[in-house]
């Protein structure tokens, strides 16, 4: 299958939007095509071409790969969308990567802005599948709204972390902000600690129920998968306690620390 | 629970219902999950589980699996003077059927007392007591017990495919004729059905005379 690689040949000096990009459709695309794909720099269009080199080659792979090698922290929206195949960034990426995105796997080697896989615009829902896997930090609002799939973070995630989640998985291996799962409906929240969600503090009036015993053969099936990474499987198998709720919405979701 | 055959609906098309009948035993309080895992082909496949409370934790099955076409029914059956003596041979087959690839024995713990024949006297069951080999039953003239027998245990294999159900009965015939047991087994046998069930015959001399 197709392997693109996109290298940066100057470092980004305004703040960009990959929103209009569609990478899962450069599966066979002409190189020259793919440099003339539109994206929007200080609101102006210009074409990718003229900020990155790119190279396309088959790979034995059976699955589309597409590789930036680039510190992205100032592209925004980079993998809206995202349905198959595997995206990587070496580097940081900005604000909504991974927003929406329904399958296929995202791994951004450095940290990333809010809303990350979060619901963007008129969307109800944020990730509706696949996975999205962060070896740094992340900023506010990671995973909300979320559906389906997976979302994991190494570092540390800003406030409203699984907010207002359906369904799905999402891990943070460090320290959460505030609002962390507030109003989920179901789903699963992976911490370190219950800090961010206080399940004690407030008393009868608290979000989520008292912490019990995690007993679940799914801690086993969700850390031993081949593609999981060593510190994805450790955050799992080492969780021993669970809370419930957000009650407050007469929510199911629970959060294994 | 796992079913081996990793493959999704578009490979393999016949599907069993696990979760998608028994989530609902979870009364609402059940717990879907769509997880990611890598099939046989090296691609990236969700997969959906359920995860249904029970008074011990939680059981947990995926929502549907792959059916391939198999061979259900090999048996033999193993005839001693005591419970003990049948229990540990028995055990002694299952524990060597167990490893071997391609084979199941499906009853728990891989044998069964309650061996069955094809047919009934009351219309509406296919299958009723195998009275040939029920102790109580000696006195029948088809009973095919021997005088010195007073427990009869049978042992079900299924497998992929004949060869494969073969070797786990030899297996399994040689382990229990060579537990260390207090009284040896009186013999083993097999049910019969008068060749008449499936396509699929194998006589138990053929098995022992096999190659290992």
């Not at chain 1, 695309?29 to 794909?37: R, S």
């Not at chain 1, 990474?229 to 198998?237: M, P, Q, T």
């Not at chain 2, 245990?153 to 047991?181: F, P, Q, T, Y």
Request: with cysteine; aromatic share 6%; glycine share 14%.
């Amino acid at each position: 299958m197709t392997r693109i690689e996109l290298t940066a040949r100057q470092t980004l000096t305004c703040r960009i939007s990959a929103f209009d990009l569609r990478m899962n459709d450069w599966a066979g695309l002409p190189t020259i095509e793919i440099q003339k794909q539109l994206i929007h720099c200080c609101q102006q269009p210009i074409e990718l071409g003229e900020w990155f080199d790119v190279a396309s080659h088959d790979d034995a792979m059976n699955h589309l790969s597409v590789v930036w090698s680039a510190d992205c922290g100032r592209i925004d929206h980079l993998g809206v969308g995202w349905r198959h195949g595997l995206l990587v960034v070496h580097g940081n990426v900005g604000h909504a990567c991974g927003a929406c995105m329904t399958g296929g796997r995202i791994e951004i080697d450095g940290n990333a802005g809010d809303q990350l896989g979060s619901a963007i615009g008129s969307r109800g829902t944020g990730i509706n599948g696949g996975v999205l896997i962060v070896s740094g930090n992340a900023g506010n609002d990671a995973g909300q709204r979320m559906r389906r799939g997976e979302l994991y973070v190494r570092g540390s995630a800003g406030d409203g972390m699984g907010s207002l989640m359906y369904a799905g998985t999402i891990g943070c291996g460090g320290n959460a902000g505030q609002r962390v799962g507030i109003g989920m409906r179901r789903g699963t929240i992976i911490l370190p600690s219950p800090s961010s969600i206080n399940p004690l503090s407030h008393g009868s009036t608290s979000r989520f129920t008292e912490p019990r015993l995690l007993t679940t053969p799914f801690q086993t099936i969700l850390a031993h998968r081949r593609w999981t990474k060593n510190w994805i499987g450790d955050l799992i198998v080492s969780r021993r306690s669970v809370c419930r709720g957000d009650l407050t919405v007469g929510g199911q979701g629970e959060v294994w620390f | 629970m796992h079913h081996g055959v990793s493959a999704g609906p578009d490979q393999i098309p016949k599907r069993v219902p696990l979760g998608k009948s028994l989530r609902y035993f979870g009364d609402g309080h059940q717990i879907s999950k769509r997880i990611t895992l890598v099939d046989e082909s090296g691609a990236d496949r969700p997969r959906r589980f359920w995860r249904i409370p029970v008074m011990d934790g939680e059981f947990i099955c995926e929502h549907d699996v792959g059916r391939t076409n198999a061979i259900g029914g090999g048996n033999f059956i193993l005839l001693g003077r005591s419970h003990q003596s049948v229990t540990l041979a028995c055990r002694a087959a299952i524990a060597a059927i167990n490893p071997m690839p391609g084979v199941i024995t499906p009853f728990p713990g891989g044998a069964t007392r309650s061996g069955s024949k094809v047919g009934s006297r009351y219309p509406t069951l296919s299958a009723s007591t195998n009275e040939s080999f029920c102790p109580s039953l000696r006195h029948l003239p088809d009973s095919m017990l021997p005088q010195e027998a007073t427990v009869a245990i049978e042992v079900v294999i299924d497998g992929i495919d004949a060869n494969r159900i073969a070797a786990a009965m030899k297996a399994g015939m040689e382990a229990a004729c060579h537990v260390d047991a207090a009284e040896p087994l009186v013999g083993i046998t097999a049910g019969n059905y008068g060749g008449k069930l499936g396509r699929h015959h194998f006589h138990l001399r053929d098995m022992i005379n096999l190659e290992s």
